[in-house]
């Protein structure tokens, strides 16, 4: 998808290779014009004047008023230098002009090249916009586009994409702005040629991604209009030594050592102890009061025997087979048993030890990653709590034990969210696959995660926490691929200019700019969670969610106070209030009261008793026009919190049994029975919360944003 | 405040009692330049032209460039008729543009009364703004600012205050728009002048309040330079008969009576009923159960005693000195019994009966407001599910009784917000002054309640759900007098569109526009909370934590990973991450690790006893330069969860004790035993939550946002 033919990359090639030998890291508008025309993007008639008198038939050839402007490979902006001037429309303009660039130029640099003016058409009219393209530090080549003026420079109106770009991706891109109705035409103003300015992203995508040396470029002003878009202004960077591209494992190799890894025969412990409160003892006790069926052994020189285990004094004593060691030693000591390690062929090392690169011991983590490489061992950590692995009853970890065994698999970049990933889902009864802590990264990141979980039937969502991504093209990648078979949510903290101040300082991790994060996971398909507490909660709901049918979503409440709260949270969550037909408002009106409103919300109203409730939602559930459901509760004598929970179970049960997977969520406002009352219609399959409206109406959204993603509706 | 000396209000009469006599609904261009005129707003030099040859020698005397527009009161759009031509540079285009736009009007509006050409200066230059005035059904006149073109119309990027506002409100109105940055020059362009902008917006208000029959007035374009303002267009629309200002009691009536209902000597229960089940048994039930120190009475024709208490056939039989009336009876027999408690002088209704307006019964809510009103008696509902007001130990509702005393009164306009509160409240210990049903407000309201709880010593923070304001102005006016003592928040329902739509559906309130809410509950000092979860949250919160002394906050944390969080979290929240002077950052290294990283968040990393919280709390706390603390816990095996919770509710209950009264919130992560470590925090003046860095941020942010409104930073 990177080119198409009809680029002339030998022009460039050209271009570039002299702008090399001359050292130097920008082009002059001559050649960016070469390279838009052997990419085809549109830009004005000009030519390049070296006298006055040539400038003035330059001007009349390609038709007044032009825009005269310096040339100088040592005057890179141009409007400082005094070297522009706009708007000339007459013969004697242009050749007065000519003298002042020219003298304003040398005003400005006495030493500068100066090889002439060019001579312009000028362009105008349309809508200004911008387009260029830039070198992110974990994305590699991305595109930006945002309108012209001030609603980039204050408003910071822009949308980004990985490139290259597809035409679609483009037109995506182009309506992501805010200010995109803009572009529709607006007091009266002819509507924009989209698909031609969509045109020129894609060729500028297509351009940077063909020649990485192009660091930056920037197309500004483009003048969209309905005939077309032209490039009236273009200005390239050039960087010859970009930074390597990262290692990366194939899809394969990933699977291969993961499998072993989540998956092991046998497990050794490197630093098993019997002392109460060492990491060592904490280790062992919880793989083996966690139920893991495989092999343990603990390597310890020190003893016979450790937890009920035989011990070995080194992995080179231990038995053959074995598919991961946990080290629960000191830093110092780690890269000689993990060379140990690697020699006894196992597939995994899972490095609980702090004191790496998050405390300086950069060097020290370098050492021990190169002993990995070389056994073609992966690590996991250094400095984490370690994981878990449910299905195989696995808790490979110094803190407690976890068995809920479920769909949702959580990572995490800090051991402290770890640990409220533990705490959260002990407390919420929410069934998980896996909880794995990856600390510093250095080696096992996100996408060899994504890659496994994409791929694991015990998985069906996955939720992680990070403050930055190795190698985002490979998150990119692997998203991609996970997303149209589960959601993939993803906390991204130091979202913020402070947060990012305080990732710097954590992880030594450069956060990028936020919005590139932003646009490049929605552009994967990632569901970004906007803080901690929505990670877990997606994490815990979204399996628990069947996948809408379509957009039509209805608010079926007893208590019309929680129908305008609910209706607030399905606009703030981007779904659709579904506009009811009139034979189905009619079959709903059967069932409530005269002075109950249907529309939607159907307010049932507050007095109802529940066989109310259950006709309303059987109806819901069996008309197939409506695609999800939002119930709202109100605590009343008649229909007490169990009495709703329950009947609301049975309803969806029943639905469920005849084939109708709906997803159904619930509001429940009343007193304190409506926790109890919310976590059974949770154990039942609808995702239920007290005392707030706006949580599972959040929650459906999340499963929305997914599915669209997912290319589901 | 409302009006300036200088201003010529008869000028401004004659032009109004002109256009009402020829029953005109809008100004024609010289009328809207006298009413300018008369205010002092500037606009452009300009003057009327019968004639073509007039019309040029105008234009030579103005100053050419100039623009021409016909002159007529049955041309509304002039633009539209073809009325208007600008940048006329010449005598002879000025003379032919004369003819074109007379010929223009005619043929648009063949009858209408043409009364010449307006010849006005052209302007330009600057920024093009927007300022208008506006009619709003909740507030009444706002004034409007925005930037002019697409920002307005495409981003609504605008900024609304009530009518008339003072010179600092029009700045900080200016100030309030997302594209504020652009009046501070861009591109190399001037600064506009501010001031002289404000001043057109302050007396754009006191005309429309001087003169409440200008019902709308748009300013648009109004060029603003560093020179000044000029409005190049202006229009007037009318109206000549607007809705009756609400009635309004003085607050000494509404102490008076809210007095007497709050902490009534004694009660009668008008349908207090033996029959479990009935509404007018659960009431009588809660007010004894509750624990209610005064006589009751209830009212039943078929009773001797009703709940061992002597029961009366009607109120007529009773005893004097009653203050209140609870109803539990049917609506249709509301009016007749409440004539009765009218006549035996009660001072307030409570009405829990619904079957009023919620139900198309407007007429029968009417008749027993005017009941009420020919009394003297004030009316709680009707539709309500009664209120709590805990130092009377008073539970007049059929729900349960609520009695953990504390300083938050909460009132909601929907009976299942309601329950939501009481079992929100019940679950977290809330403690709670009062919790209040209004209902379908048939009389008593928000700024009622607000009047009594704001001089209330029971009360330190009101939060209160609605749908609807029946009065914006008294909402804002007791909101004002509130505010600077105990904190405001409000939960305003009905947010979006579709939300609106649903409001509408259920209480047939017209909804504003929510971002003339957003902004002027603002203007008033309110605190708006965004959901359901937040209102309760704030009210829980609020009266728990110390107003922060000033604007530096500094994040102590445990796990870095939580301090990325809560960093974005401050962001998000509009607070400001101190920048730790060298002298104290040296003072908090010298209790952390050399890996840990001081600035802020000061990471003091996860490994750590609780001697490193405490001393580095101590040392926060300590500090005078440090305004307010957010504390990142980690669990651990070394410093587990309730030994955390212990020790800083020790430092802080110490520095408390001696004086140092700063707002401390936590966020725990661990294993579920941060929550009742997080409950113990809660429980000590600490506001901590489990399993999210978003809560205690944004509680944090509440309360600064309070403070702030209240000057108290």
Chains 1, 2 share one sequence.
């Not at 109106?157 to 607006?186: C, M, N, T, Y």
């Not at 954590?506 to 990632?526: E, F, N, P, S």
Request: glycine content about 10%.
């Amino acid at each position: 998808m990177a080119t198409e033919t009809g680029y002339d990359r030998d022009a460039v090639r050209a271009v570039l290779d002299r702008a090399r030998s001359e050292s130097r890291a920008a082009l002059t508008a001559p050649e960016g014009k070469a390279l838009a025309e052997a990419y085809g993007i549109p830009i004005p008639g000009e030519a390049l004047a070296t006298s006055a008198d040539e400038a003035v038939s330059l001007a009349v050839e390609l038709g007044l008023p032009v825009v005269a402007k310096i040339v100088s490979p040592d005057i890179l902006h141009k409007t400082d230098a005094g070297g522009v001037e706009v708007g000339l429309s007459s013969a004697e303009e242009v050749k007065a002009a000519y003298q002042r660039i020219v003298d304003n130029a040398r005003a400005y640099n006495p030493g500068a090249d100066i090889q002439g003016v060019q001579v312009q058409q000028m362009v105008g009219g349309g809508q200004e916009v911008l387009i260029g393209a830039t070198t992110d530090p974990t994305f590699g080549k991305v595109v930006v586009f945002g309108l012209g003026g001030i609603l980039v420079e204050v408003l910071k109106d822009v949308a980004f994409r990985l490139a290259p770009v597809s035409a679609e991706e483009a037109r995506a891109q182009i309506g992501d702005i805010k200010a995109a109705e803009v572009l529709k035409g607006v007091r009266g103003g002819e509507a924009v040629d989209t698909d031609r300015l969509a045109d020129v992203i894609t060729r500028l995508s297509d351009l940077v991604t063909d020649f990485p040396e192009i660091s930056e470029a920037d197309l500004n002003p483009v003048f969209a209009s309905a005939s077309g878009s032209v490039a009236a202004d273009l200005r390239f960077v050039l960087d010859f030594e970009p930074p390597e591209p990262p290692a990366r494992f194939t899809r394969e190799e990933i699977l291969a050592s993961m499998n072993r890894i989540f998956k092991p025969r046998s497990i050794a412990i490197i630093g098993a102890s019997n002392e109460q409160g060492k990491i060592g003892n904490s280790v062992i006790r919880n793989v083996v009061d966690g139920g893991y069926a495989g092999q343990v052994y603990p390597i310890n020189p020190k003893a016979d025997e450790v937890y009920g285990r035989a011990a070995y004094p080194t992995m080179a004593d231990a038995p053959d087979g074995i598919d991961v060691a946990v080290f629960a030693i000191p830093a110092k000591f780690v890269a000689a048993a993990l060379e140990e390690a690697g020699r006894k062929g196992v597939a995994g090392a899972i490095l609980i030890p702090s004191g790496f690169a998050e405390t300086g011991e950069q060097e020290l983590q370098d050492e021990v990653l190169a002993v990995a490489r070389r056994h073609g061992v992966r690590l996991l950590g250094p400095n984490i709590y370690g994981y878990y692995y449910t299905p195989e009853h696995l808790s490979a970890t110094f803190c407690t034990p976890y068995d809920v065994a479920g769909g949702t698999a959580l990572t995490s970049q800090s051991g402290g969210i770890g640990m409220a990933i533990l705490g959260y889902s002990r407390s919420t009864s929410t069934g998980v696959s896996a909880i794995v802590g990856v600390g510093n990264k250095a080696d096992i990141d996100e996408d060899d995660l994504l890659t496994f979980f994409g791929q694991d039937d015990n998985t069906n969502a996955i939720a992680m926490h990070l403050e930055d991504l190795k190698d985002g093209r490979a998150f990119v990648q692997a998203a991609r691929e996970v997303v149209p078979k589960k959601p993939v949510v993803v906390l991204k903290a130091g979202r913020t200019s402070a947060g990012a101040r305080a990732a710097g300082s954590h992880t030594g991790a450069l956060a990028g700019d936020d919005k590139v994060y932003d646009d490049i996971l929605r552009q994967a398909g990632v569901v970004r969670a906007p803080g901690l507490n929505e990670l877990l909660e997606y994490g815990r709901a979204l399996p628990v969610l069947p996948t809408p049918g379509g957009e039509n979503v209805v608010i079926i409440t007893g208590a019309g106070g929680s129908g305008v709260l609910l209706s607030d949270a399905v606009v703030d969550n981007g779904l659709s209030l579904m506009e009811i037909p009139p034979d189905l408002d009619e079959s709903f009106r059967a069932f409530i009261p005269p002075f109950g409103a249907a529309g939607n919300p159907v307010d049932i109203t507050g007095g109802e008793p529940p066989s109310t409730y259950e006709k309303t939602i059987r109806l819901g559930l069996e008309d197939p026009r409506v695609h999800a459901l939002i119930l709202g509760y109100w605590h009343t004598i008649v229909t007490p919190p169990m009495v709703f929970a329950e009947l609301v179970a049975d309803v969806v049960g029943q639905a469920r049994a005849a084939g109708i997977d709906k997803p159904v969520v619930a509001s429940l406002s009343g007193d304190t029975e409506v926790e109890a009352a919310s976590a059974h219609l949770f154990a039942h399959g609808v995702v239920a919360y007290p005392y707030t409206t706006e949580k599972p109406v959040q929650v459906l959204g999340a499963k929305y944003r997914w599915a669209r993603a997912a290319g589901l509706l």
